[in-house]
């Protein structure tokens, strides 16, 4: 069935436009000699106004067993404003968009059930990866259940001033989107999906994308190329 993921919808706001939400990630460092994490630097003015701290408590780090491994989340204490969840990305040698991807797949399944989170970044992450592992953990495929799971986030605005972070995010989630389409095709089964089907969907998805070319080949034409392994399935 067409769109049956579930799409997780994101959206890059200027800080000082970033209305209500429930969560704030933000991404921390890993201390190469073994001491404390310490929060990303770089980010904007309104930081402090949403919550965020100056710098991570080293205490609570310790009882918390946090030292910003990739992906390792820390949910701050409970503040007057939205919750406020701390990703690791490791140490910042070799810091990497695969690394970026897994902490924002972590920030977004730490807010569990909340409908509407933020991430506040500096001007030079990433966006592309950030959207990439946003979306991709975000991804749910519920065509099948005859009652489906609560609804997980929903909406998450990426906070930064950075016009080249917005121009990113727009890429990684055209790509973050083709690979839930293909994740569509494979949880989908034979029963539901022949390959007549299959052709239908694929061209159906990119007739008019330009600069894509689609061929399908019937009987046929699968014959003609001699690829009897093909016709024997």
Same mark, same amino acid.
């Given at each position: 069935?067409?769109? @049956? ?17 429930? &969560? ?15 929060? !990303? ?14 710098? !991570? ?14 992906? /390792?989340?820390?949910? !701050? ?39 509407? @989170? ?6 030079? @992450?990433?966006?592309? @990866? ?57 949880? &989908? ?6 390959? &007549? /089907? ?8 990119? /007739? ?21 392994? !093909?016709?024997?399935?």
């Amino acid at each position: 069935e067409e769109g @049956a993921h579930v799409s997780l919808s994101i959206e890059v706001v200027a800080p000082e436009a970033l209305g209500d939400v429930s &969560t704030i990630g933000v991404f921390a460092l890993a201390a190469g000699d073994g001491g404390p994490p310490t929060l !990303l630097g770089g980010l904007p003015a309104r930081a402090a106004e949403l919550g965020i701290p100056a710098e !991570l408590d080293p205490d609570e780090c310790t009882r918390e067993g946090f030292k910003a491994k990739v992906g /390792q989340v820390l949910k !701050l204490g409970p503040g007057s404003g939205p919750r406020v969840v701390v990703v690791g990305l490791g140490p910042a040698d070799g810091l990497d968009d695969e690394r970026w991807r897994r902490g924002a797949a972590a920030a977004v399944r730490s807010a569990g059930e909340s409908g509407v @989170a933020a991430l506040v970044v500096p001007e030079d @992450a990433p966006g592309a @990866a950030l959207a990439e592992g946003s979306v991709l953990a975000a991804y749910r495929f519920d065509a099948y259940r005859s009652k489906p799971p609560p609804t997980s986030l929903e909406r998450l605005f990426i906070a930064t001033d950075s016009e080249a972070v917005r121009d990113s995010v727009a890429r990684g989630v055209v790509a973050a989107d083709a690979v839930s389409f293909a994740r569509d095709l494979v949880n &989908t089964p034979p029963s539901d999906l022949n390959p &007549t /089907q299959l052709a239908d969907r694929v061209t159906g998805r990119l /007739q008019d994308r330009t600069g894509i070319t689609v061929e399908v080949w019937d009987e046929e034409k699968i014959v003609g190329e001699r690829l009897g392994g !093909l016709l024997a399935v």
